[in-house]
């Protein structure tokens, strides 16, 4: 099995095997969500105090909270073409 890191922001790297959902964090669902998993201890802050732009699921019920755009966070999980040439 292969292991793929992914940069959260601010020098977090998460399992990307790992994830199962990546949100935006208006809802009152995922709000929800967020309060849950702090009253079970299941809650990884990485904003370093900015605003929380993306929730991050886990399949193991963390929760993390990430300050870049879910967009951003999912094109890193598309693998780069740089290095590739075209024969």
């Known amino acids: 099995m292969d292991i793929k890191l992914i940069n959260i922001g601010f ?9 199962i959902a990546i949100v935006s964090p208006e809802s009152a669902p ?26 991050i699921v886990m399949d ?3 929760i993390i909270l990430s300050a870049i755009q ?3 966070v999912a094109h890193r999980f598309i693998p780069s073409k740089e290095g590739a040439t075209d024969t």
């Open 11 to 19: 020098g977090n790297i998460i399992s990307a095997n790992r994830v």
């Open 30 to 55: 995922i709000k929800r969500v967020i309060t849950d998993a702090r009253d079970r201890g299941e809650l990884v802050d990485a904003t370093y105090g900015r605003r929380t732009r993306a929730v």
């Open 60 to 62: 193991s019920g963390h």
């Open 70 to 72: 879910p967009e951003t």
